[in-house]
């Protein structure tokens, strides 16, 4: 069974620009959760969607979105980027109920 | 005071001998509980989880639970150069609206030398 997997891997941006990340599911998993990770803070949860409906969301700032389709891909936005976005976003995919997660290899974002 | 608190480490073993990793929580509804393993410039590995008071074992890994004092902890025996890396703690609570929700600890730095 393929794993769960990320595009892009690599992403430099500049300072006011938007991303879209994106998140591709293990096959027959339904919740998809994003966080970041960054050297100072950990892992940081961002939110969680299941069945295309935000279940949890972190203490983020609204210029962090997400959304899930019906197929449970799921895609991550930063509008208005800054310098300290600049971290290692990760996906992990799971069934929704036992909570046991499993990432995928991570996008990782620099903002200059 | 953290939810989920570990100690940051590096905690150096010798090859051979058992490391022990310890995860303490603040929340007493806390459910499951999970430990991940990452290497440097990769992503967090599902290496185990428990959910019951006592210990659970697969291969040369332990994890121990004791809810009464909020405890959570892994063993790895036989500790190779290749478990060097930063175990991740993670606990799942109860969050709002009835659902859960997955919070890790900062992790431990484990290094075992030759």
């Known amino acids: 069974k393929a794993g769960v997997t990320q595009t892009p891997r690599y992403l430099i941006k500049t300072r006011g620009q938007q991303v879209t990340l994106s998140c591709s599911p293990i096959s027959g998993h339904r919740s998809v959760s994003w966080y970041q990770q960054t050297p100072g803070q950990g892992l940081q949860f961002l939110f969680e969607?299941?069945?295309?409906?935000?279940?949890n969301k972190g203490n983020f700032p609204g210029r962090f979105s997400g959304r899930q389709f019906s197929n449970s891909r799921s895609e991550m936005n930063v509008s208005t980027l800054e310098l300290g976005d600049s971290a290692l976003y990760l996906c992990?995919?799971?069934?929704?109920?036992?909570?046991?997660?499993?990432f995928g290899p991570g996008t990782r974002l620099t903002v200059t | 005071q953290k939810e989920v608190e570990q100690n940051s480490g590096p905690l150096s073993v010798p090859e051979g001998a058992i490391a022990s990793l310890n995860c303490t929580y603040s929340d007493r509804g806390s459910q499951s509980f999970f430990w991940y393993r990452q290497y440097s410039g990769k992503s967090p590995e599902l290496i185990m989880f428990?959910?019951?008071?006592g210990d659970k074992e697969d291969g040369r890994f332990t994890a121990q639970l004791n809810k009464a004092s909020q405890y959570v902890s892994l063993l790895i025996r036989d500790s190779q150069p290749s478990d060097s890396a930063t175990y991740l703690c993670a606990v799942k609570r109860p969050f709002s609206g009835g659902y859960n929700k997955l919070i890790f600890g900062a992790g431990t730095r484990l290094a075992v030398h030759p």
């Open positions: 428990i959910y019951s008071n």
């Open positions: 992990a995919s799971g069934t929704g109920g036992s909570y046991e997660q499993y």
């Open positions: 969607y299941f069945s295309e409906t935000q279940r």
